[in-house]
């Protein structure tokens, strides 16, 4: 089955710097990735996300990298703010049968601190 | 609803007792999930619904787990004799599509076993 790394485990920025998470999956058949934000006592939600067939996309302050040869995305945060502090997730998932179910990474906690 | 709806929030029992968690998805989601969340951990995958039938349990972790869907709209999860491990956050999710579209997370029910 899939495999989602995912690193740093925290990470603590100062408001206006960016931020990167990073994660590796283990599936090449998986092809679409989501990036989940969970808040204290919440439930994840989705912030941005992004499959196979692009490299690329940004959202606002927001972007997500996808480099399937290697089997890694990546989250950056820019001009963070103090809002941004939560845990986030990354996870992958494949499109038939039996891998069509999200598989996460062990999250990141992200302190924007002023 | 507006959003995915679990019940109750915070359930706490006694060893071997038995437990019932409720999940209440976005109306018309055929994609029902249920996922388990350890302290600092992602959520790990349970089972998933593409309407009534369970089209993926393998993430159960033994008998004494069971999920029905019996109407293609809320979900029960039942658990037997449970035990401390159990103890956790029970995340449901649905979503529009079973394998490609976004999923939309509820806020969970904190289960904790004395």
């Known amino acids: 089955g899939e495999n989602v790394e995912q690193h740093p485990s925290t990470l603590s920025v100062q408001e206006g710097d960016s931020a990167v998470i990073k994660c590796t999956y283990s599936d090449s058949a998986s092809n679409y990735f989501p990036w989940y934000k969970q808040e204290l006592g919440k439930g994840p939600q989705l912030i941005i996300d992004i499959r196979s067939n692009v490299g690329e996309k940004k959202d606002q302050r927001i972007a997500v990298t996808l480099n399937k040869t290697a089997k890694h995305f990546s989250l950056h945060i820019t001009e963070t703010q103090p809002e941004d502090s939560a845990v986030y997730f990354c996870a992958a998932r494949g499109n038939t049968g039996t891998a069509s179910k999200l598989t996460f990474g062990t999250g990141t906690r992200l302190q924007v601190t002023l | 609803g507006a959003g995915v709806s679990q019940t109750p929030s915070n359930k706490v029992t006694e060893k071997g007792k038995y437990v019932e968690l409720r999940c209440d998805p976005i109306?018309?989601?055929?994609?029902l999930y249920w996922y388990r969340q350890s302290l600092g951990q992602g959520p790990e995958f349970l089972i998933y619904?593409?309407?009534?039938?369970?089209?993926?349990d393998s993430g159960l972790p033994n008998d004494r787990f069971f999920a029905v869907r019996p109407e293609g709209s809320v979900s029960t999860l039942k658990i037997q004799r449970t035990e401390r491990g159990d103890s956790a956050v029970y995340l449901c999710?649905?979503?529009?599509?079973?394998?490609?579209?976004?999923?939309?997370f509820g806020e969970g029910s904190r289960l904790t076993v004395l």
């Open positions: 999710a649905s979503g529009p599509r079973g394998n490609t579209g976004e999923l939309f």
């Open positions: 619904f593409q309407g009534t039938g369970a089209a993926d």
């Open positions: 109306s018309g989601h055929t994609a």
